[in-house]
């Protein structure tokens, strides 16, 4: 269903006048008579018999003083600039231009998320981190377009979950009827931290919804704990349940499980980071994108590519994001320090054979390398240190690189100090 990884680095899913003063003339008029009872004649005394005006000119200045107060302006504009540049700013600040682009390039009018790296589909995953992105720069105005179009256009007729793929071919229609885990997470999150936010109590309402569908439906025991299945239909095999590691959204269900209470959000992170230790794989022990469990036993399936890939890049973001001091991110900062000096990152990696694949990493798959190395070797991150979003980066990789900006932010920043 959702291996949708398939091509180069494309594929997922499967950012301030001045008084003028002038010197009005005045009017003076002076006049004094006095009236003798006896001549009856009238005799004007003073400097004038009628009134007379008198204007005061205004003093021009010399020409040295105009162009000092000129420069003095220029002055102050420049000083305001360059305070501007170089006052020290918040360094865990999310860039709005990453969300003014992040928006102009993959949310349309009607609210949908578009994965322009793989045919312009939306999914479940990309409404979820469309919506996350909106609550973590305020923008309730996107917030709700999107949570609606993901509503109307995905949410299943007999539950609270969501059809995980939507096609922009023949006006728009449901590719895959089948949920997928990850996006439901992430949406009923979203919901949640918007309650949070702008204290609405239809988006916890509707949070509420997803969750009793998601404990009720997507969760399988299994020798490591409980589990949480891909989707709804076609993961539990004769031989074993075929599980992502990287639906594991850790923040996420630490916070669920404050937002909503019930003993299956323990089991269910107990039973991830179980996965996690269980499934090392190839020369470095890395999580892969797919893993099947067995009665006593974890394999790579043999109907998914074994690979460390766009799926499993997800695993540290994850872990990092609600643990930073996990020994479980120790692996993956390893691998990425033994490449060779100057080398470019693989996307893939084969954990059969070690053979890494031809293309680079994506710059979001990079920002994760980055907090990954960050947390493995205990210093701090701050958000300036991950390069901003740019125009030509696709849907996956600028969602991994806004959302490990966000993780940084939350976790090293000022309000979780």
Same mark, same amino acid.
């Given at each position: 269903m959702k291996e949708r990884h398939n091509q180069r680095g494309d594929h997922h899913g499967g950012g301030k006048g001045h008084g003028r003063h002038a010197d009005d003339g005045h009017h003076a008029a002076h006049s004094h008579s006095s009236a003798h009872a006896g001549g009856g004649m009238a005799h004007a005394h003073g400097p004038a018999s009628h009134p007379?005006? %008198?204007h005061k000119k205004r003093a021009h200045l010399p020409i040295w003083r105009r162009y000092w107060r000129l420069g003095a302006l220029a002055l102050a504009i420049l000083a305001a600039v360059l305070a501007w540049l170089f006052w020290p700013r918040d360094p865990y600040a999310l860039p709005r231009s990453d969300w003014s682009l992040f928006k102009q390039r993959f949310l349309a009018t009607d609210g949908r998320? +578009?994965?322009?790296?793989? $045919?312009g589909v939306s999914h479940s995953e990309g409404q979820g981190y469309g919506m996350l992105l909106a609550v973590a720069f305020h923008d309730r105005r996107a917030f709700d377009l999107i949570w609606g179009w993901t509503l109307s256009h995905l949410k299943q007729k007999d539950d609270f979950l969501f059809s995980w793929q939507w096609l922009p071919?023949?006006?728009?229609? #449901?590719g895959d009827v089948n949920n997928a885990s990850d996006g439901d997470l992430l949406i009923a999150w979203a919901l949640e931290r918007a309650f949070q936010e702008w204290k609405d109590y239809d988006y916890l309402k509707a949070s509420g919804q997803i969750v009793t569908s998601y404990l009720s439906r997507m969760t399988v025991d299994t020798w490591l704990g409980t589990q949480i299945l891909p989707g709804a #239909? $076609?993961?539990?095999? &004769?031989?074993? @349940? +075929?599980?992502n590691p990287s639906y594991y959204v850790f923040p996420a269900i630490s916070e669920m499980g404050s937002a909503f209470r019930s003993p299956k959000w323990a089991a269910i992170y107990s039973g991830g980071i179980a996965l996690l230790e269980a499934s090392q794989f190839g020369n470095w022990k890395l999580a892969p994108d797919w893993v099947l469990v067995g009665a006593k036993w974890v394999s790579l399936p043999a109907d998914h590519d074994p690979v460390f890939g766009y799926n499993a890049i997800r695993v540290p973001l994850n872990i990092a994001w609600d643990d930073p001091r996990s020994p !479980? !991110? %120790? =692996?993956? /900062?390893?691998?990425?320090?033994? !490449? &060779? =000096?100057g080398s470019e990152a693989p /996307?893939? @990696?084969? !954990?059969?054979? $070690?053979q890494f694949c031809p293309y680079a990493a994506l710059p979001g798959m990079l920002a994760v390398k980055e907090l990954t190395l960050a947390c493995a070797k205990s210093r701090t991150i701050t958000v300036a240190e991950i390069p901003r979003l740019r125009t030509e980066e696709t849907y996956y990789s600028a969602s991994l690189k806004l959302l490990t900006k966000i993780a940084i932010r939350e976790r090293f920043g000022p309000k979780m100090n």
């Open positions: 007379r005006q %008198h998320i +578009v994965d322009d790296g793989n $045919g071919t023949d006006g728009g229609r #449901i #239909i $076609g993961f539990q095999k &004769p031989d074993g @349940v +075929v599980l !479980l !991110l %120790h =692996a993956y /900062a390893e691998f990425w320090e033994s !490449l &060779p =000096a /996307a893939t @990696v084969n !954990l059969k054979t $070690g």
